[in-house]
C-alpha cells in the first residue's frame, strides 16, 4: 500500500471533534496563539469551495451543508491535503523548521470513511481531541452564534439536522479512536478559559512525548 503523503513523525496532525457548537474553532483559535498550529476546518475550507468561482461541487456542498449531511470524503480530503501543502510550502517559525509541522484538523474526521482514507493516504493523527457537552448547551451556543455567523446552518432546523448525523456519523469515529490511547476527551460545558487550560495541557503532553 502507497504510504500517507505526509510523515507523521514530522507532521503532528490532532483531529479537534465535538458536536456543532461544542467550542471547537474557540479552542483551536487559542491553541493556534500557543503552539503555533496551522488550524484547518473542514467546514471552513467546504464553504471557501462552495463559493469558489468555478467550483464542480459548489452545489452539492451547499446541499449537504444545509441539509447538515456528510460531503463525500473525497472532496474534503482533498481540501485538506490541498491546504496542508500550501501552508507547508510558506509556514516557518516554532514547530515548522526542518520539514516539521503541525496542524489542528477541526471538524474532521466527521465519519468513519474519512478516519480511515485520511490517516492511511495524507497523514496519520496522533491525537483526537474531543470536546464534549450537552445538546442544550450546543444549540445555545449556535443559536447565539446565527446572530452575527451568517452561515446557512445556524438555524433550529439545520441544526437538529446536524445533531442528528453527529450522532449517526460522527460517534462512531470517536468510538473508534476511543480504543486506542489517542482520545483525549474534555468536557466543553465550562468556560472558554477552563476548557483551554485543559486542552492546552493535553498538547503539551504530547509534544513532550513526541520529544523523546
Ligand atoms: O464543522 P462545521 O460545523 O463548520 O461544518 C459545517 C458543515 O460542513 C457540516 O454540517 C457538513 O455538512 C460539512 N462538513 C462535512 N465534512 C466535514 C466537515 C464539515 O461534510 N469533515
Ligand atoms: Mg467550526
Redesign the pocket.
Known amino acids: 500500500m502507497a504510504s500517507p503523503v505526509f510523515d507523521d513523525s514530522k507532521i503532528t496532525v490532532i483531529y479537534v471533534l465535538g458536536g ?1 457548537g461544542a467550542g ?1 474553532g474557540t479552542q483551536c483559535s487559542r491553541l493556534v496563539k500557543e503552539f503555533n498550529f496551522s488550524h484547518l ?4 475550507l ?2 471557501a469551495e462552495q463559493t469558489r468561482e468555478g467550483s464542480q461541487y459548489g452545489e452539492l456542498i451547499r446541499t ?2 444545509r ?5 463525500p470524503m473525497e472532496v ?1 480530503i482533498k481540501l485538506l491535503e490541498n491546504a496542508m501543502k500550501e501552508v507547508i510550502s510558506k509556514a516557518s517559525g516554532d514547530g515548522w523548521d526542518d520539514g516539521q509541522g503541525r496542524f489542528l484538523i ?6 468513519m470513511d ?1 478516519a480511515l482514507r485520511f490517516d492511511e493516504t495524507v497523514c496519520l493523527s496522533s491525537l483526537v481531541l474531543f470536546y464534549d457537552t450537552s445538546e442544550e448547551v450546543m444549540l445555545d451556543r449556535l443559536l447565539e452564534r446565527g446572530k452575527t455567523s451568517g452561515r446557512e ?1 445556524d438555524n433550529v432546523e439545520s441544526i437538529k439536522k ?1 445533531f442528528r ?1 453527529y450522532k449517526a456519523d460522527t460517534m462512531p469515529v470517536i468510538e473508534y479512536y476511543s480504543s486506542t490511547p489517542k482520545v483525549a476527551e474534555i468536557d466543553s460545558s465550562a468556560t472558554v478559559d477552563e476548557v483551554y487550560a485543559k486542552s492546552s495541557e493535553v498538547v503539551k503532553k504530547l509534544f513532550a512525548s513526541k520529544a523523546n
Open positions: 456543532p471547537k476546518s473542514a467546514g471552513d467546504l464553504r449537504c451543508i441539509e447538515g449531511t456528510i460531503v474534503t477541526d471538524g474532521f474526521p466527521r465519519k474519512q446552518d446536524r448525523t
